[in-house]
């Protein structure tokens, strides 16, 4: 996986993949670390900014929130983008906003 990166570190599929990779081994460090670079070079990809998120999720990060208003922001038809963000809202104690999100979300655009 890294002798791929290093033969293309423009390509952010593939850092993506080893950010996800790293994410899910547990090695919450360096996949946020890597989830960052790639956004300072392309913060357009709704995946990315999920990503990142599901990593804070695992370490018990607090930006996680706004790190999903992003990821909504970039495509707001996408309903795994809004279940995750109320998630994150119910987590942090405010279902009342959680509860009215994940209903639009069910019923769709």
Do not use: C
């Amino acid at each position: 996986m890294d002798q791929e990166v290093a033969r293309a570190p423009e390509d952010m599929d593939v850092r993506a993949w080893r950010a996800a990779h790293s994410g899910l081994s547990g090695r919450l460090t360096e996949a946020e670390t890597e989830y960052l670079a790639i956004l300072k070079a392309s913060r357009n990809d709704p995946d990315n900014w999920m990503g990142l998120a599901n990593v804070y999720l695992r370490d018990g990060k607090q930006r996680r929130r706004a790190v999903l208003e992003t990821a909504v922001e970039l495509d707001p038809t996408r309903a795994d983008l809004h279940a995750a963000r109320a998630r994150a809202l119910r987590a942090a104690g405010t279902n009342r906003i959680a509860i009215g999100i994940s209903e639009s979300a069910e019923s769709g655009p």
